[in-house]
């Protein structure tokens, strides 16, 4: 019975830790996105200028019309309010991982439920890169999962 207690305390902790990543992997991603809409806004709008001092109306036109297309995304996306809502999760599950030690595997297992229940919902696509970066980070690299490529790629976003 000892054994069992521990081992599902050592899977609760590999749960604690996994939310952890997962939400670095979330904050990192929507920082990047929110730098390339930073990117071309600024890019975007010094092309505006530049096609109205010109005299270049299609340039003036077709930068306007992107750097417009970026405002709207980066409104409905709100990356950096979802960044920020990854990062404090984040800090919440590492303050758990550090308070683990103490706590019995049911206390553990009950606040791990309720913080999973309140985190923000996260990029699917990092689940599987990020349960493996934790599964590494722990020694465990024998129970990896193989990745697509598409989460392969998402991954190389962060």
């Known amino acids: 019975m000892l054994r069992t207690v521990e081992a599902e305390k ?22 990047r996105i929110d730098l390339v809409f930073g990117f071309v806004g600024l890019f975007g709008g010094s092309a505006v200028v530049f096609g109205a001092v ?35 999760f984040k800090k919440k599950f590492a303050d758990l991982d550090a308070r683990s030690s103490a706590m ?22 990092l689940a599987i890169p990020a349960f493996n970066a934790n599964l590494r980070s722990n020694g465990r690299d024998e129970s990896v999962i193989p990745e697509t490529a598409w989460q392969k790629a998402v991954a190389l976003l962060v």
């Open 10 to 31: 050592y899977v609760a902790v590999l749960d604690v830790r996994y939310g952890s990543r997962y939400g670095e992997l979330n904050e990192r991603f929507y920082r």
């Open 54 to 88: 010109s005299a270049n109306p299609t340039l003036a036109a077709w930068s306007g019309g992107v750097v417009a297309a970026c405002a709207v995304f980066e409104r409905l996306i709100r990356p950096i309010e979802r960044a920020v809502e990854h990062r404090d």
């Open 104 to 125: 019995s595997c049911v206390e553990l297992d009950t606040a791990l439920r309720r913080l999973q229940m309140e985190a923000p919902t996260g990029i699917s696509s």
